[in-house]
């Protein structure tokens, strides 16, 4: 089963609740106890996140966001 999240930006002044936040809807995905395929395990361990075109490196996950004046 397939879940379709709605994502948009919300401005500061807009309160968003933390289950509803990418990272809190993501986090909830990742600690899902279910059951692990062995291909799925490896094909994890060998591409792990980011190794798609397009996706952004740890390094730039990570990175301060730029300051705003």
């Not at 968003?16 to 995905?29: G, R, S, T």
């Not at 075109?53 to 966001?65: C, H, I, K, N, T």
């Amino acid at each position: 089963m397939m879940i379709d999240h709605v994502v948009r930006t919300y401005p500061s002044a807009e309160p968003l609740p933390k289950e509803e936040q990418l990272a809190w809807k993501l986090a909830a995905v990742a600690t899902d106890p279910v059951a692990v395929e062995p291909e799925v395990t490896e094909m994890v361990r060998t591409h792990g996140f980011g190794a798609s075109q397009g996706s952004p490196s740890r390094r730039q996950l990570f990175a301060s966001p730029p300051a705003r004046n």
